[in-house]
Antibody
Framework: EVQLLESGGGLVQPGGSLRLSCAAS????????MNWVRQAPGKGLEWVSG????????YYADSVKGRFTISRDNSKNSLYLQMDGLRAEDTALYYC??????????????WGQGTLLTVSS | QSALTQPASVSGSPGQSITISCTGT?????????VSWYQQHPGKAPKLMIY???NRPSGVSNRFSGSKSGDTASLTISGLQADDEADYYC??????????FGGGTKLTVL
């Protein structure tokens, strides 16, 4: 059974930093691209970032480019999102999502339950 | 990258069919056959219902079908059931190597 367990969310002041983690199990992690998708309270889904299976290629939404860094450790079956320069508009539930294939084409077939980030003073 | 355009809400009676549209541009929906549809019940994580325009993942009912014409994709749900009531999101891969979602459509089963 595919399982994705996000952690690391919390309350951060504007301008602060935080790292989200996603522990994966139940599939060959190193064979699948991965994504972070967020959902602000009461709002729709917003794709944040993607990474290829090997980790050699990374992709970002314009809204987070230059502030967020996606990475993965295939030896630990883990996905990460380093978030710097946080803004109030980054407040959201952050989902870790498994892509269907090795390369990132934005087709997430399994999602975690999310971890909540709140950016506020 | 602008969000894809979906109707805010649609409704239908049990047993009926409904269609949700998703309009993009030649830089996303019109460029690739990488259109997906997700179902999200309140307080739950999204669930993939359709990928690559018209393919259903294992376990998804064949009452759900997808199609595309030009820059517009569509999700059709036939034989509406009470449990189909949820929010539905389309998404597409883009020529900028990003993914873009639609704003979401709330389906109400009357």
């Amino acid at each position: 059974e595919v399982q994705l367990l996000e952690s690391g969310g919390g309350l951060v002041q504007p301008g602060g930093s935080l790292r989200l983690s996603c522990a994966a199990s139940g599939f060959t992690f190193s064979s699948h691209a991965m994504n972070w998708v967020r959902q602000a309270p009461g709002k729709g889904l917003e794709w944040v970032s993607g990474i290829s299976a090997s980790g050699s290629s990374t992709y970002y939404a314009d809204s987070v480019k230059g502030r967020f860094t996606i990475s993965r450790d295939n030896s630990k079956n883990s996905l990460y999102l380093q978030m710097d320069g946080l803004r109030a508009e980054d407040t959201a539930l952050y989902y870790c999502a498994k892509d269907r294939t090795t390369y990132f084409y934005g087709r997430a077939d399994y999602w975690g339950q999310g971890t909540l980030l709140t950016v506020s003073s | 990258q602008s969000a894809l355009t979906q109707p805010a809400s649609v409704s239908g009676s049990p047993g009926q069919s409904i269609t949700i549209s998703c309009t993009g541009t030649s830089s996303d929906i019109g460029a690739y056959n990488f259109v997906s549809w997700y179902q999200q019940h309140p307080g739950k994580a999204p669930k993939l219902m359709i990928y690559d325009v018209s393919n259903r993942p294992s376990g998804v009912s064949n009452r759900f079908s997808g199609s595309k014409s030009g820059d517009t994709a569509s999700l059709t749900i036939s034989g509406l059931q009470a449990d189909d009531e949820a929010d539905y999101y389309c998404s597409s891969y883009t020529t900028s190597s990003t993914e873009v979602f639609g704003g979401g459509t709330k389906l109400t089963v009357l």
